[in-house]
């Protein structure tokens, strides 16, 4: 029987490392398939891990994150006359946003300040995850973007003021600046309903707008 080290080592550094989904799938942490990967499963995980490590006045889940930061998304491109709203680009950016953080669904959500400590393998695995699952729903990797990057700072800041308590070595925004009401307090079943009802609703659009615009849309 190996000594517990080698086995917790073994798990870090093998190939063979994988867990088990809600669904039943067993995912390869170094080699995700497209077979292990499904919404269910990125919906229900996420809807169930609470942001901020649970450090909140309420149970906010990753999934309704998820869904605010999609809807951030839209704003910012609705905002732009460049984007058109009946474009598949338009419905790849939303869902680059809503799918922003879907690797969570197996690495867990971390704080930023955490994944910048330990760097290297955690941020290459969770990439991979993330890499294949916009591959599996054909999500142009290269919208995983300035926009969503922007609307995801957007939103920590909103949910910072509205759920974390005050500390002076990170100065809340002025109530004064702050435009969006505090987040509704939703259990992981109704999460998990948001966020699945908005993905296959993004999912739906772009798949009638790449009708429309033929096969080099996709």
Known sequence: MRHDDDVARAGVDSDASWMLTASGAKLYFLKPTADALNLADIAYHTSNI????GAVSQFYSVAQ????????????????????????????????????DSEEA?????????????????????TGIRRKIFEKYNIDWEYHNATV????????????????PD????PKLPPEEMPYPK??????????NLFSSALQY?????????????????
């Open 183 to 192: 987040p509704n307090a939703m259990m992981p079943i109704s999460a998990n």
């Open 106 to 126: 197996y690495v867990q959500d971390l704080v930023g300040p955490l994944k910048a400590c330990i760097r290297g393998k955690y941020k290459w695995v969770a």
């Open 50 to 53: 609470c942001r901020f490590t």
């Open 149 to 164: 990057k922007a609307a995801d700072n957007k939103a920590i800041i909103v949910e910072r003021y509205h759920l974390m």
């Open 65 to 100: 994150h998820s869904v605010f930061v999609g809807q951030l998304v839209k704003q910012m491109l609705d905002s732009e006359i460049t984007v058109e709203q009946e474009s598949v680009e338009y419905w790849d950016q939303i869902l680059a946003g809503l799918l922003h």
């Open 202 to 218: 993004a999912l739906q659009q772009r798949t009638a707008h790449s009708a429309e615009a033929g096969p080099e849309a996709l």
């Open 167 to 170: 500390h002076p070595d990170w």
